[in-house]
């Protein structure tokens, strides 16, 4: 049998296939139990070609030691994809158990190709290349919801750099943000 080089972090009942799925609780299908904010984690350095943390990181206490642990724990050129509450949505706001929200230019911060990762460079060691940046639209949730209008995903540039203006004025346009990072 082969090892699975695949982490589902926070996987809850999400439970994947081909995965080594986590979670901080033991439900059926979890394959690995650890509190997250126990640092560190109970997988070798380079262990992990992917890891999925949907919904997750919120619930974390520090974003940066988090962030190096997932670098430690992914293999070179590995790939992680988040999806992460806007700082402005409900959303964030509606879970208790949140932390942390996210704005669009958090994760710039690890990006060597970004200002901000360029002018503040001594937040972390980890660095990562964005590969994608989607902001998560729907329209009139939670107060409003239209049955057949559901997701709008934002990836184009102009269209973002619209959106996020407009969003960063207005709380619930943007309701997520999915980013996919890969590991320098």
């Not at 699975?4 to 994947?16: E, P």
Request: aromatic fraction near 12%; charge should be neutral.
């Amino acid at each position: 049998m082969t090892e699975k080089d695949k982490l589902n972090l926070g996987a809850g009942k999400d439970i994947r296939q081909g995965y080594v799925n986590h979670d901080v609780a033991a439900i059926e299908g979890i394959d690995e139990v650890h509190d997250l904010n126990e640092l560190p984690w109970p997988w070798p350095d380079n262990r992990f070609s992917e890891i999925e943390a949907q919904d997750v990181l919120e619930h974390l206490d520090n974003f940066f030691p988090i962030m190096e642990e997932i670098h430690r724990v992914l293999k070179p050129k590995g790939v992680i994809r988040i999806k992460v509450p806007y700082w402005n949505s409900s959303y964030f706001h509606i879970d208790p158990t949140h932390k942390q929200s996210f704005h669009e230019m958090t994760f710039h911060f690890m990006d060597p190709n970004k200002k901000l990762c360029q002018t503040r460079n001594y937040y972390t060691k980890a660095r990562f290349h964005i590969l994608d940046e989607t902001y998560v639209l729907i329209p009139f949730l939670p107060y409003l919801p239209i049955p057949f209008l559901g997701k709008v995903k934002i990836k184009n540039k102009i269209a973002k750099r619209i959106i996020g203006f407009i969003g960063n004025f207005i709380s619930n346009v943007i309701l997520d943000l999915e980013v996919t990072l890969k590991k320098v």
